[in-house]
């Protein structure tokens, strides 16, 4: 009865989605791969205006541009592909230290390698290590309850031919919602719940999963909605670390 009501009670928070006025967007693409994020922003926020960058060192500019001259409901980061030490990740970091800061997607291939404060910024979101991961190693649902991973089936990824394909994490104040073991453990954690409640790190790479968008429309659902009725599922994964 209790977890009935329980499910209810997500399901009205998840009807009540805001709608941001304003997105931006540093997402790599390459071979085919890399939209997925901009094709699901369509789907859930159709009335929001983005900006949205690729290509490398120049988009990443063009990105830190906007962010210092701009306003922004959302910011998302994907980094896959492309060397990440153009990026502003500093001024990323500043928007979400600020109290009651903006909503925040990111992962990159570089946390641990970048030179230019992707660790600082993963520190601030609750990681405080990331390992690579160059090997396809299955991925798993740790919290099924959470929104972002609901109706997720397929959690496969094709290979755009990179050679990180994706990272580790290792928590303490992000929350673990799927990671790279069937059952939570230090050190695996896939797509993390940053500590502000609202925002999302991720080791996984959304943007060569085989049900991107899907999983992409789930994330940002999450992210606009910023229901702190999730945080009641959460218990047991921390219990883990």
Do not use: R
């Not at 991720?202 to 229901?227: H, K, P, Q, R, T």
């Amino acid at each position: 009865m209790k977890f009935t009501l329980f499910l209810m009670m997500l399901a009205l928070a998840g009807s009540a989605v805001a709608q941001p006025s304003s997105v931006l967007v540093y997402n790599d693409t390459y071979a085919g791969y890399g939209d997925a994020v901009l094709t699901a922003i369509g789907n859930v926020w159709p009335g929001a205006t983005v900006d949205a960058f690729t290509g490398g060192a120049a988009g990443q500019q063009s990105f830190n541009t906007a962010l210092a001259g701009g306003s922004y409901d959302v910011i998302i980061v994907e980094c896959w592909y492309y060397d990440t030490d153009d990026l502003d990740w500093a001024a990323v970091a500043d928007h979400y230290d600020t109290a009651g800061g903006t909503p925040i997607y990111a992962s990159s291939w570089e946390w641990s390698t970048g030179t230019s404060g992707q660790m600082d910024l993963a520190n601030a979101m609750g990681v405080w290590l990331v390992t690579p991961d160059y090997n396809w190693s299955p991925h798993y649902v740790w919290d099924a309850g959470h929104p972002i991973v609901q109706d997720i089936t397929d959690w496969t990824q094709s290979d755009p031919g990179i050679n990180c394909k994706n990272c580790w994490m290792s928590v303490n104040n992000a929350t673990p919602v799927t990671g790279w073991d069937p059952s939570p453990v230090a050190g695996m954690a896939g797509i993390c719940v940053a500590s502000d409640g609202h925002s999302v790190i991720s080791g996984y790479g959304v943007a060569y999963a085989n049900d991107g968008v899907n999983i992409w429309e789930n994330i940002l659902g999450f992210m606009a909605s910023g229901s702190s009725l999730q945080e009641s599922t959460w218990g047991a994964i921390k219990a883990s670390f």
